[in-house]
């Protein structure tokens, strides 16, 4: 009976500390973040008086406040999302209000107006070239992971990947001016040093081990016992690859697609670098070897010198990206929920 | 999946791998034979061993072709016993047929001058190549494309008809075609097709030579990859090894390593003893005019702040994150709303993170580029990637654990923080360092918040002054921390040394390039490695 009536004790002084803290720390910390937003300076004191709360609650009910701190970090990704959408709005508001449609109807980018239209035609030609790349050899190289190599070369091949993708994307960037943009300068005689192609290339290589990794997931998650089954009635490897683990996994690896695209949507400094800064329409409108700016790119050449409405229309660049990449990795996550319950609902 | 067939089909098939594995190895040969022309290592004009490299090509495929051609006609004919299945399969037909109509529509607009008819032949060309893979039994639908286009293509160099000093403006777009690039990318192409194929006539055709085949293709295109990353370090490590360690010098010297006044004998009494000089004018230089060799010293030291505000911001929320998600929150729609958020945040592009810096940031932290706003940006952009590792990480932890501890009457949190975080803290760790590699090669978003002289001179001093004792109150004197001050970082240092041209500045490039690769790659070095470690440790 005693000890019933404690660990009730327990329990209301448990739910008592989270009220206590959760409310005066909410509010502090909400506190904190509107004196951010409004008048930094006044930051500090509600900061201050939330610490002063946490610490109090962390000394008397330790269990609570571990629990409403570690709620809080949770929220503040939610937050930033929600901040970077916000933001990214509110300074792309003018260019939206004063130029509207013309943003995306106009070719011109210069004096007389501010369209986006070569920027996205330049992203997305080099998307396409990088995805020509990365994709195929990209579900090949995961395939080639997951099923066909060998134990050792798995263990070597895997971080290989992994690095690749960690080699830093002006170190690319670097490379793709120096090595490949002039080689294509030099053995394809062209006018203007700098090409989509080669930033598609370049752009390609690093999309690469974006679609591998999050292919290879996919591909390994098909259950052995639909493998098994395969194998069992006479298949070879390889068409087990293709009619079982292939068509089993096609959600999960078209996510892996979609994933990279995003990247290759994003990717910066390679095109910075590497593009003649000409922001027109390249002519005609498929020539490879020649010259646009991407959105990315535009946004990093140009806002050291822009001011007023040309900021903001830089900022409606990175709101265009913004949702297109939302919009893909949201696209990805729904495919791959589709492919998880679909494998659930067969195991 | 070792049925070997090799057995059934008994002997005299060891003439057809005989041929067939001399078809691959001719075909590989003059894939990398292309590799080398396009890569100019052996250029086109060259004569290898007394005859043209473009002639050698030539032949090359002229006999891959045939030889291609010869081995489908022979199994077709019965001469040599196969296991062909009766089409080649809608996969080599489709390959086939997109290879057909980029060829005939190439041909068509250029080499017959067709304006507007050129998707005409590009179409009946696909469909052709198409269905004659297709429809034929698979030991002829499979040879007969690759084979004739090494044929033609071997055919077209040996007359010269695409020889040197051949060249040809590629339709309305701003490049040339010229021989030197035409020719080797012929053969690698013509070669990787027959190398596809002569695979399959290795393995009899049927399914074993398809798998064969597929696996020679797949394998070389890893193969591609590894040399790709191996070719990309070794490069930067060749370039940048000569202008990274210029002017090291180093020495032993006997120096006095303290001293102090010893009032008996009244005099000061130094000890000496040796002392290691080191000096790397690289990484201990910045770039100024009175410097012998220009170094990067603010870049490294930027970046060493940048990382460490972005782990002690990021860490924090992200773990944190992390254990709410995995240990305490019901899945439900709040936790999708995280999940949606956190793998937003993680694609969202690096330079819509400088964009959001520079209006949510800047303004409100002095209103100027600092350490502090690309420590945060960086810090936001590490979250999402701490947040994802630690989630697996924590999952991956047996819930017997959980259980274990809580069968002993030990709360939630004491088990989180006794149990659980520690069985998770190698794959924590380990992602954090991944993620660390990762953002400390970032330049897009500091570009827009952190940086302002592209060649700083001095370093940052973000700790200015000691602890020491002073004569006022409160009697100690503590160093201030100054991080609203613009400094550069490695990534930065490289993008402004392109922006500022590389006529004169290609070794201080290739030198930047190169530190900022090691710098990244010792992270994942360390980070690779103590997964290992700890995966090994958990297997024993």
């Known amino acids: 009976m005693s000890t019933h009536t404690s660990r009730l004790d327990r329990v209301r002084d448990a739910d008592h500390g989270l009220k206590l803290v959760g409310s005066v720390g909410g509010v502090t910390i909400a506190a904190a973040l509107v004196a951010f937003l409004v008048a930094p300076a006044l930051t500090l004191y509600p900061l201050l008086a939330f610490v002063a709360v946490i610490g109090y609650g962390w000394l008397r009910y330790q269990e609570s406040t571990a629990r409403f701190l570690m709620f809080l970090t949770t929220v503040s990704t939610v937050l930033i999302l929600g901040l970077i959408t916000v933001y990214l709005l509110i300074r792309s508001f003018p260019a939206f209000g004063e130029l509207g449609i013309d943003m995306f109807t106009g070719t011109e980018y210069g004096a007389a107006g501010y369209s986006l239209v070569p920027m996205i035609w330049g992203t997305l030609l080099t998307t396409l070239i990088a995805m020509l790349i990365a994709g195929p050899l990209g579900i090949a190289g995961a395939l080639f992971l997951a099923e066909i190599a060998p134990g050792w070369v798995r263990e070597l091949l895997k971080p290989a990947v992994e690095v690749l993708a960690g080699i830093p994307s002006i170190v690319y960037g670097f490379l793709g001016l120096v090595v490949l943009s002039q080689y294509l300068f030099d053995q394809f005689d062209m006018p203007v040093f700098g090409s989509l192609l080669a930033v598609g290339l370049v752009v390609g290589v690093m999309a690469l081990p974006t679609v591998i990794s999050v292919a290879e997931d996919a591909i390994t998650s098909v259950p052995d016992s639909m493998k098994d089954g395969s194998l069992a009635l006479g298949a070879t490897d390889w068409q087990t690859i293709k009619s079982v683990t292939v068509p089993t996994s096609f959600s999960g690896v078209s996510a892996a697609v979609i994933l990279g695209v995003g990247r290759a949507v994003g990717e910066t400094m390679a095109a910075t670098v590497i593009l003649a800064n000409i922001a027109d329409l390249p002519d005609p409108l498929y020539d490879v070897f020649g010259n646009t700016v991407t959105l990315t790119s535009l946004i990093a050449s140009q806002y050291g010198n822009a001011s007023g409405l040309q900021m903001s229309v830089l900022f409606a660049a990175g709101v265009v990206l913004f949702v297109t990449v939302m919009t893909l990795s949201i696209g990805s996550q729904y495919v791959e929920v589709r492919m998880e319950r679909k494998l659930g609902g067969r195991q | ?540």
Do not use: C
């Not at chain 2, 040599?80 to 086939?96: K, M, Y």
């Not at chain 2, 070719?231 to 032993?252: D, E, H, N, S, W």
């Not at chain 2, 370093?459 to 409160?474: C, D, I, K, L, M």
């Not at chain 2, 613009?486 to 390039?513: K, R």
């Open chain 2, 1 to 540: 999946m070792s049925t070997d067939t090799r057995a059934l089909v008994a002997t005299e098939s060891s003439t057809l791998e005989l041929a067939g594995g001399g078809l691959v190895a001719l075909s590989l040969l003059l894939v990398v034979g292309g590799l080398v022309g396009l890569f100019g290592v052996v250029p086109v004009g060259a004569t290898v061993a007394g005859v043209p490299f473009a002639t050698l090509l030539g032949a090359g495929l002229l006999v891959l072709g045939a030889g291609v051609l010869g081995i489908g006609a022979a199994s077709r004919t019965g001469l040599v016993a196969t296991d062909p299945s009766r089409s080649a399969g809608l996969l080599a037909g489709g390959v086939f047929a997109l290879f057909g109509l980029v060829v005939g529509g190439l041909v068509g607009a250029f080499a017959l001058g067709l304006a507007t008819a050129w998707p005409v032949t590009a179409l009946l060309v696909g469909v052709g190549a198409g269905a004659a893979t297709v429809l034929p039994r698979e030991d002829l639908g499979s040879t007969l494309v690759p084979g004739s286009v090494a044929v033609v293509s071997g055919l077209t160099m040996l007359s010269g008809l695409v020889g040197p000093g051949w060249s040809w403006p590629i339709g309305d777009l701003s490049a040339t075609l010229y021989a030197e690039v035409a020719i080797p990318l012929l053969a690698a192409v013509a070669g990787l097709l027959a190398a596809w194929t002569a695979a399959k006539a290795y393995g009899g055709f049927g399914s074993r030579g398809r798998q064969l085949g597929a696996y020679l293709l797949i394998g070389a295109n890893a193969a591609w990859m590894a040399a790709l990353l191996v070719g990309l370090v070794a490069f930067v490590l060749m370039k940048g090894f000569a202008p990274m360690t210029r002017g090291i010098r180093y020495g032993l010297f006997v120096q006095p390593w303290t001293w102090f006044y010893f009032p008996p004998i009244e005099e000061y009494v130094v000890i000496s003893g040796p002392v290691i000089w080191f000096y790397w004018p690289f990484v201990m230089e910045g770039v100024a005019l009175t410097n012998d060799i220009n170094g990067v010293l603010p870049a490294i030291v930027g970046t060493f702040w940048l990382v460490l505000g972005a782990v002690t911001f990021a860490v924090p929320l992200g773990v944190g994150a992390a254990v709410f998600l995995t240990e305490y929150a019901e899945q439900g729609r709040f936790t999708g709303l995280v999940e949606v958020s956190t793998n937003g945040l993680w694609s969202t592009p690096s330079i819509v993170y400088g964009l959001f810096g520079l209006a949510f940031l800047v303004p409100r932290l002095g209103n100027t580029t600092s350490i502090l706003a690309g420590q945060l940006v960086l810090g936001f952009m590490l979250l999402p990637l701490v947040v994802i590792t630690s989630r697996e990480a924590l999952k991956s932890v047996p819930d017997a654990y959980r259980d274990a501890s809580a069968a002993l009457g030990v709360s939630k949190w004491e088990t989180i923080k006794s149990v659980v975080l520690p069985a998770a803290l190698p794959g924590v760790i380990t992602g954090i360092i991944l993620g660390v590699g990762r953002i400390a090669g970032e330049t897009a978003p500091i570009l827009l918040v952190m940086v302002s002289d592209p060649f700083p001179s001095a370093a940052a001093r973000v700790v200015q002054g000691s602890f020491h004792f002073t004569g006022s109150f409160p009697f100690v004197a503590a160093p201030t921390i100054d991080l609203v001050q613009s400094s550069s970082a490695l990534p930065y240092q490289l993008y402004a040394v392109i922006s500022a041209g590389l006529d004169q500045n290609m070794a201080f490039a290739w030198g930047t390039a190169l530190v900022l690769l090691l710098v990244v790659l010792s992270f994942y070095a360390v980070g690779i490695a103590s997964r290992v470690y700890f995966r090994r440790k958990l297997n024993q």
